[in-house]
């Protein structure tokens, strides 16, 4: 049985709000980093930390799921 999701549909009008891919990146060390943020389903709360360099990337205040994933992993400096 096939179910069609409402985000696959092609007719779904205001009703839903499709999710919202963006590209960030830390400011200190310039990491990238995939954001994808939902309006449905479980809210974030909380903050962000750079995975690298632990620099705050992004507060979360609890309006929408937002998941953010490693890209580009920049080049690390040896002195």
Known sequence: MLVCLPWNRGDIGD??????KTDVFCPE??????R???????????EYRC??????IEVFDGTSQIA??????PEKIFE
């Open 51 to 56: 995975l690298l360099c632990d620099h705050l």
């Open 68 to 73: 953010i994933r490693l890209t580009v992993q």
């Open 15 to 20: 009703k839903f709000r499709r999710m919202k």
């Open 36 to 46: 994808i943020e939902l309006f449905s389903g479980r809210k974030s709360r909380g």
């Open 29 to 34: 060390c310039n990491a990238g980093y995939r």
